[in-house]
């Protein structure tokens, strides 16, 4: 249970630095609007097994779990990249 929290966490996380930078996008240059589409992708996928994850009915293994954080971390990292362009 302590693996699926974490997940959770993680997404929650995502969806708080997302909508930051969703909102600053309308200053971004095109290469970052093209990395945050990208990301976008990303992030449906995340979400669609963060609700799968979350359905208790739904027997989730601990690989399905361990994927979709590799997922989350990577979109972390995005983000920041992202963040970083729109700081400058």
Do not use: C, P
């Not at 240059?29 to 359905?55: C, H, P, R, T, Y």
């Amino acid at each position: 249970m302590e693996m699926k929290e974490e997940f959770n966490k993680l997404v929650e996380k995502l969806r708080t630095e997302r909508d930051e930078l969703n909102l600053k996008m309308h200053l971004a240059s095109m290469e970052a609007k093209k990395e945050f589409e990208v990301a976008e992708k990303k992030w449906g996928q995340l979400k669609v097994k963060a609700s799968e994850i979350a359905d208790d009915a739904v027997e989730t293994s601990e690989e399905v779990i361990t994927k979709s954080k590799i997922v989350g971390e990577e979109l972390k990292e995005t983000y920041k990249r992202i963040a970083k362009r729109l700081s400058e």
